[in-house]
């Protein structure tokens, strides 16, 4: 039986088939061993081969993922964690109080899409909140990734501002928002499909919305088309399996450039005739991209990863 993982706690997971019919299922013997760097073997949107034996659904393979949305674990390990997979559409949620992202994070789960061609957009959550300071600290967010050439949305849920264009975005694809707890997730799905029904948890001086309060990822379909997988906050998000001299590639307005730098192999760092860093000094490439470029490119790979940047 073919089926779609929509839902994973780590130790059992349901699972849909083709006809939409909803089954608990958990791993056959053998998948338990595979991949053991990661601390989930099946994830949220992986296609997969089951069998029923005596009403019980067991996970036998996945088929081959057209992407996955990957992270290293939060601890010393080098186990990683696979967040979704088979993903059209990632927006990235950003709220600039209540709690604040940092743009160390944005550009870490950015490469991390880049790196497996996942369409990225930005989403500024709960632009109800914001004082005129920092209305003018969001513009230099919208520049800051207008030069990397990343779709950006403004987005209310207490005044119904950018849920439209936020639909046709996701309609009929399979989406995933990503960001800290709190900034919004799960009252902004509830917000795009009222009938889902998530959980969210109240924060003190924004009423009507929440704190992310999902424990597990899980997909949810949309009444106007496609599905949102919906993830539990991260504090932070650190890059895997990509080789230092990889990292600029996934960076869009840093790699348009590379042609014209001197040196075939430039690192954008010290080398002479860089076109990267021409860019930067001229404000082409935001600084704070350039910076977040450097602290992934400097960091060993067994260190906890920072969780502010820049």
């Known amino acids: 039986m073919k089926a779609v993982v929509r839902k994973s706690t780590g130790s059992w997971y349901e699972i849909e088939d083709e006809k939409g019919k909803v089954y608990e299922a958990r791993l056959k013997g053998k998948m338990r061993t595979m991949d053991l760097k990661s601390t989930n073997p099946v994830a949220v949107g992986d296609k997969v081969d089951v069998d029923l034996v005596n009403g019980e659904a067991l996970i036998k393979d996945i088929e081959e993922r057209k992407n996955y949305l990957i992270r290293r674990s939060i601890n010393l390990s080098k186990q990683t964690q696979i967040i979704a997979a088979n993903i059209d559409h990632l927006f990235v949620v950003i709220t600039l109080k209540d709690p604040v992202t940092f743009k160390g994070f944005v550009d870490r789960v950015l490469v991390g899409a880049e790196a497996y061609r996942i369409p990225a957009t930005l989403i500024y959550n709960k632009m109800d909140l914001y004082s005129e300071k920092e209305l003018r600290e969001l513009e230099e967010w919208v520049e800051i990734y207008q030069k990397a050439g990343y779709r950006q949305l403004k987005i ?5 501002e950018g849920l439209d264009e936020l639909k046709e975005l996701m309609k009929d694809k399979v989406s995933i928002f990503s960001g800290h707890s709190g900034v919004g997730k799960s ?6 499909d009222p009938k889902i029904e998530l959980k969210v948890q109240e924060i003190s ?4 919305s929440g704190q992310h309060t999902t424990t597990y990822a899980e997909l949810h379909h949309l009444a106007f088309g496609g599905s949102i997988i919906d993830t539990p906050g991260i504090k932070g998000f650190g890059n895997v399996k990509m080789e230092k001299n990889e990292i600029c590639h996934f960076f869009p307005e ?6 014209d730098c001197k040196f075939n192999n430039c690192l954008h760092i010290k080398e002479p005739n860089c076109a990267v860093k021409e860019a930067v000094a001229k404000g082409e490439i935001a600084e704070s991209r350039y910076f977040n470029y450097l602290a992934m490119y400097e960091e060993d790979d067994d260190e906890v990863y920072r969780q502010k940047g820049y």
């Open 205 to 208: 001086g924004y009423h009507k």
């Open 156 to 160: 209310s849920v207490i005044k119904e």
């Open 254 to 259: 840093m790699r348009k450039r590379m042609e």
């Open 187 to 192: 009252s902004l799905v509830n917000a795009l």
